[in-house]
């Protein structure tokens, strides 16, 4: 992936917490704290976790296999959302990391 398309990503990502920000307004008074985010992405992780074990064989779920790609790309939403309302670009983020990892092997 480049980085125009993982930009696109971020923008698109973004554009749909707006519009979960605008039903928090409407349903609850408030949008979500920063907390409240990560803790839903947990809940998401946790999700991921579930349904790995039951495409493994390992946790009887049916429909596991759909609802795993589903949270998966999921959690990659949260991390961007979580990211940008934190203040750190995901993409700086995810190079330093990988550069960091590449040299230690």
Known sequence: ???????????????IRKKY?????????SEW???EDALA????????????MSQQQRWP?????AELKHKLGENIWWLIVLAERSGIDIREAVDKFLDKTEKSF
């Open 1 to 15: 992936m480049n980085n125009q398309n993982f930009d696109e990503i971020i923008r698109r990502s973004l554009e």
């Open 21 to 29: 920000r605008e039903l928090e307004i409407i349903h609850h008074g």
């Open 33 to 35: 704290t920063v907390e």
């Open 41 to 52: 992405y947990l809940t998401d992780a946790g999700l991921v976790g579930r349904n790995i």
């Open 61 to 65: 779920k049916a429909g596991s296999e």
